[in-house]
């Protein structure tokens, strides 16, 4: 069965820093592309970051220019550099791989890591 699990969340001031990790297993996962997602309470899930296969990225604007995605293939493991830290930026923070192969899509998700940011 696949899966991801992320780590790294926590509670931060504003203005700090967090490195989110999700390690991958199960899947081939140069193939997939990878994303961070959030959902804050109330609030609908958005993409924060996503990263491709061959390492292209898009992120959303409200992060854009604080957060970066990479990932690691060796290692089978996406992250989520965040920096910055705004109190706007608390969510529970989901890491997704997502493989679209002859018109079948393949999605799978983590089980979610909590970011706090106190202002």
């Known amino acids: 069965q696949v899966q991801l699990v992320e780590s790294g969340g926590g509670l931060v001031q504003a203005g700090g820093s967090l490195r989110l990790s999700c390690a991958a297993s199960?899947?081939?996962?140069?193939?997939?592309?990878m994303g961070w997602y959030r959902q804050a309470p109330g609030k609908e899930r958005e993409l924060v970051a996503a990263i491709t296969s061959g390492g292209s990225t898009n992120y959303a604007d409200s992060v854009k220019g604080r957060f970066t995605i990479s990932r690691d293939n060796a290692k089978n493991t996406v992250y989520l550099q965040m920096n910055s830290l705004k109190p706007e930026d608390t969510a529970v923070y989901s890491c997704?791989?997502?493989?679209?192969?002859?018109?079948?899509?393949?999605?799978?998700w983590g089980q979610g890591t909590q970011v706090t940011v106190s202002s």
């Open positions: 199960r899947i081939i996962f140069s193939i997939y592309t």
């Open positions: 997704n791989a997502r493989l679209i192969e002859y018109r079948v899509t393949y999605d799978y």
